[in-house]
């Protein structure tokens, strides 16, 4: 049997040196012995995995909300597929693929129902107080909300977990990042794996299930830089008629082309900072890089923000999701209302929680747990069912 031990000295030969290995983690906030035979990333990721709020992602909206039809991402089929992408990209930059895939798998946790007509709503609602962030929540559950433990709140994950959750975006400056997190620093090669893949695989997906759902036609994505090219790989005619089959296989070429041209320039970026310092890097090496190491060259992520564009106007803004959007914003507003009128109406271990934080915020913390079809049932039994989806 291979030990913690021994799985920690084969990512310290294998890994490359400016990947974060395990046996270097800052630790978890609450002493407790570690596994004997598992890393402490692995140990992380398997917590998640046992979550309530990881098992709720199956109910919760990607782009069409649940009750549309089964064959349409979900939140937790969005957050499968970015982890499997992430692990690849791992594996081929020599990053820790344990953390990535963690990390991968818990950036979604914080979502609310209905996607970000959701988050839209809570959002507006808690103005006053913060607003509601769905990266924010992510980290309030695994350091709060999820009670699995006698003896600490949330999951007690590492701290680099931790910052891979509040760093997940690419953006140099991470949102408000907690003092001990280092808020003036970017994060490490996995956070930004992570938060690279996230949006690679919502733009693939996203557009294929937009056709799919036929909100969109293939004629309507014939002029778009990547489909062109993807086609030609997958050496698809797009004159013939235009096949489920077909569609798979643009698809599944373009996320190959997307993912090796990440990987062409992220490796590029990697070998100018290892050049810069004779080749003796670390993590930290990764945090103060003046660029992220993570990224697209400068033709790919013209292509994509072209992707983005047709997207955001012809499947987010779409009729029919549009539709969908704003009765799901009536169904959490009315939701909000009644639980905040009448707080006995939640849970019991969500009225716990109005001992240590405001009414309204345990009202959103009640709701953003909520799956798309138990939102409908609680908004046809406490309010007026005609505005059920």
């Not at 818990?106 to 988050?119: I, R």
């Not at 008629?241 to 296989?249: I, L």
Request: hydrophobic letters at 40%; aromatic letters at 8%; charged letters at 30%.
């Amino acid at each position: 049997m291979r030990t913690r031990e021994e799985l920690e000295r084969i990512e310290a030969l294998t890994l490359a040196p400016y990947a974060m290995k395990s046996a270097a983690s800052r630790g978890r906030q609450y002493p407790e012995p570690e596994a004997p035979y598992r890393t402490a990333f692995q140990r992380d990721r398997e917590r998640i995995l046992h979550t309530t709020a990881f098992r709720r992602l199956q109910g919760k909206t990607q782009v069409f909300v649940a009750t549309e039809g089964d064959y349409y991402r979900t939140r937790i089929t969005h957050t499968l597929e970015v982890a499997q992408i992430g692990r690849t990209i791992a594996r081929a930059l020599g990053a820790n693929e344990d953390l990535v895939e963690g990390i991968c798998l818990a950036h979604d946790l914080g979502h609310p129902p209905f996607g970000h007509s959701g988050e839209r709503a809570l959002n507006a609602l808690m103005a006053a107080e913060g607003g509601f962030n769905h990266n924010r929540q992510s980290f309030r559950i695994i350091t709060e909300l999820e009670r699995r433990y006698p003896d600490f709140p949330g999951l007690n994950l590492t701290h680099e977990f931790r910052e891979g959750i509040l760093k997940h975006n690419a953006d140099a400056s991470p949102h408000a990042a907690p003092p001990d997190y280092w808020p003036e620093l970017r994060g490490t090669l996995e956070a930004q794996i992570a938060a690279v893949v996230d949006e690679l695989a919502y733009n693939a997906h996203d557009l294929d299930d937009a056709l799919r759902a036929g909100l969109i036609h293939e004629a309507d994505v014939k002029a778009l830089s990547w489909w062109r090219r993807a086609s030609e790989a997958a050496k698809v005619d797009c004159d013939a008629a235009f096949t489920d089959v077909k569609r798979h296989r643009v698809i599944r070429r373009l996320i190959d082309l997307v993912v090796t041209d990440l990987l062409l320039e992220s490796s590029r970026r990697i070998q100018a900072m290892l050049a810069q310092h004779n080749g003796k890097v670390g993590v930290d090496d990764v945090r103060r890089w003046p660029e992220l190491l993570v990224g697209y060259p400068p033709e790919t992520q013209r292509m994509n923000q072209e992707l983005k564009d047709f997207l955001y106007e012809r499947v987010y803004f779409h009729p029919r999701v549009l539709r969908m959007a704003r009765q799901a914003e009536h169904v959490v507003n009315d939701l909000f209302q009644a639980y905040t009128q009448e707080p006995r109406m939640m849970s019991e271990s969500a009225r716990r929680q109005m001992e240590h934080l405001p009414l309204s915020r345990v009202v959103c913390d009640y709701i953003a747990g909520m799956t798309d079809r138990f939102a409908f049932a609680e908004h046809a039994r406490l309010c007026d069912s005609s505005r059920r989806v």
